[in-house]
């Protein structure tokens, strides 16, 4: 029988899945891509899932040796600046691999711990857990959708 861990990483890795298979289709001209007016480019979104896989690795899972510079979160929006394909490749396997790595670590008992964050209030790690799987599903289909149909 599979533990809570396991399961949940599963349930991660088969989102995700939705979201990753796009990047190997991706040139750089995509990064720039926007579906006006909204005013996200697919960069942007790269960029912006990383950035929130290492806050859920620092605020959620309490990894203080994890560092963050938000800068999507932080902006709130668009600057144009996401345009390196490679680097935002590494980035945010980086990203995953942090979190990851710290998800695994979780126990059962873990899993029923609460935690509060500013973002979200107080949710068991669980509760917490489903945001990142629900925001990584929700922004792979915003880039799907973009980079069909969106244009720099």
Not at 1 to 15: G, I, R, S, V
Not at 126 to 133: K, M, N, S
Request: net charge negative; aromatic share 10%; proline share 2%.
């Amino acid at each position: 029988m599979k533990t809570k861990t396991e399961l949940l990483l599963e349930l991660w890795m088969e989102a995700r899945t939705r979201f990753t298979k796009q990047l190997d289709g991706l040139t750089s001209e995509d990064l720039r891509k926007k579906l006006l007016p909204a005013p996200n480019s697919v960069g942007f979104l790269i960029r912006h899932m990383a950035d929130v896989e290492l806050l859920f690795a620092k605020n959620v899972f309490g990894n203080p040796e994890v560092k963050v510079f938000a800068k999507t979160v932080i902006d709130g929006h668009d600057t144009g600046v996401w345009t390196d394909l490679q680097e935002l490749k590494e980035y945010l396997k980086s990203s995953f691999e942090t979190l990851y790595s710290i998800v695994a670590n979780q126990t059962d008992a873990d899993w029923e711990t609460v935690i509060s964050t500013k973002e979200f209030g107080a949710k068991t790690k669980a509760e917490a857990f489903g945001r990142i799987v629900s925001h990584t599903a929700y922004h792979a289909g915003q880039m799907a959708i973009v980079n069909k149909y969106g244009s720099e």
